[in-house]
């Protein structure tokens, strides 16, 4: 696919494939080893609309990965997999440690949402490999069904 909004529908694709394969996978990994408390891919509801979780985590995912498309000639990196994981990366410090507790916490009035998950060490590893994790795997991803890696 050619053009803006088709390098946008790849990174979505993209994205959404990553976060079912990678990201919950992750989330998976870090659960049975006792690092966090995750529900990897879970249908329960989630506020505010209570949409099951895999499904919302899916959607901005890939929201996400079209952003990363419309990107990807100026992200530093060399190959596509960098690329992603340096995304990623951006994503844990702007989106999971600044944005989201914001949103959730004065637009939706949701308890409990602090800034850089509240200095907790092993809770900002947590995200940032999981994150990161799914940055490696858009990239990975995408490079394959753009047909570049």
Do not use: C
């Amino acid at each position: 696919m050619q053009g803006t909004l088709g390098r946008a529908a790849l990174g979505f694709i993209a994205a959404a494939i990553s976060v079912v394969f990678v990201h919950e996978t992750i989330i998976y990994g870090l659960t049975e080893a006792g690092l966090i408390r995750g529900a990897p891919w879970g249908m329960q509801p989630i506020p505010p609309w209570s949409v099951p979780r895999l499904f919302n985590n899916i959607f901005w995912g890939g929201l996400w990965g079209a952003l990363f498309a419309l990107l990807y000639e100026w992200l530093p990196g060399s190959t596509t997999w960098a690329k992603g994981l340096i995304y990623g990366l951006l994503i844990v410090v702007l989106s999971n440690w600044i944005f989201l507790p914001l949103i959730k916490g004065q637009i939706f009035g949701q308890p409990n949402q602090v800034l850089f998950n509240g200095f907790d060490p092993q809770r900002m590893l947590a995200v940032a490999i999981i994150v990161g994790g799914f940055g490696f795997g858009l990239g990975i991803i995408y490079g394959l069904i753009r047909g570049r890696t």
